[in-house]
């Protein structure tokens, strides 16, 4: 008897290798993906300008159409591009590590054989009519919000990958739900993006591959112990089990021998700095 539904995942007709250099751009969940991509040996570039979650502001990255404006609160400095992390209360230092997350990226991404892009919501936040990647809790009223379209999202999107069309691009939806939006309104959101992949997956069947991290998340691991405390991110046992099946798509049995290799001797380096850390 079966206790479970397993997700069907087509093994990919290109792989990874020890040699593979990947970008991985989006929502919180690419910073567990990238963390063990980088801790297994492989060359990945996780997240330059921070964390983001909707695709407009994924895409203004990439593409370098980023707008860098910096706002004052209570004595520290945001940029409306960036992640809280890129904060701080000298406005000189935050533009220029902005400016050289950007750098990074875009050297990243001239680099890159693979990018992996995860989405984490339709909705959009504008403020004075330019998309924010945060809104680093100023107030609400200065803010609208938008959910993109199906159209819109493959609209906005089509030129970078038809110019890029020579390197691999895996899209995922990230498997976090946002509580705020509402249930219903993010399972909108959420089936908003899955539809503009499909999209783009059929126009750049070449070029663009789907893996369904977000459907491995609810269907197979249909249980509130694969979730963290909050009930909302998935557990440290669900990652991991979201890797494996990565790694069964993308990684051949060689290059996966290597990397369990590296990763060895990784928790070896952590174990030393710990020790040495406590002397």
Known sequence: MKWR???D???STWQ???????LLIGSCFTDSIGSLMQSHGLHAVCNPTGVLYNPLSILQSLSGDMRIELVEQDGLYHSMSHHSSFSGTDSEQVLRRCLESQAELHQALAEADVVMVTFGTAYVYY????????????????????RLSVEEIVTVWRPLIHSLSNKHWVFTVSPIRHQRDGMHNNQLSKATLLMAIDRLQ???????????????????????RFY???LVHP???????????LCDT????????????AHKQWLREQHRSLIEIKN
């Open 5 to 7: 539904t397993e997700i």
């Open 9 to 11: 995942i087509p093994k």
């Open 16 to 22: 990874l290798t020890t040699d593979s250099r990947i």
């Open 127 to 146: 403020r004075n009519g330019h998309v924010v990647a945060n809104c680093h809790k100023l107030p609400e009223r200065e803010f609208t919000r938008n």
């Open 202 to 224: 059929q126009e750049f069947a070449d070029a663009v591959t789907y893996f369904p991290a977000y459907e491995i998340v609810l269907d197979e691991l249909r249980d509130y």
């Open 228 to 230: 963290a405390n909050d």
């Open 235 to 245: 557990s440290e046992a669900a990652v991991d089990y979201i890797w494996e099946r």
């Open 250 to 261: 993308f990684v051949t049995p060689q290059t996966l021998t290597q990397m369990q290799t």
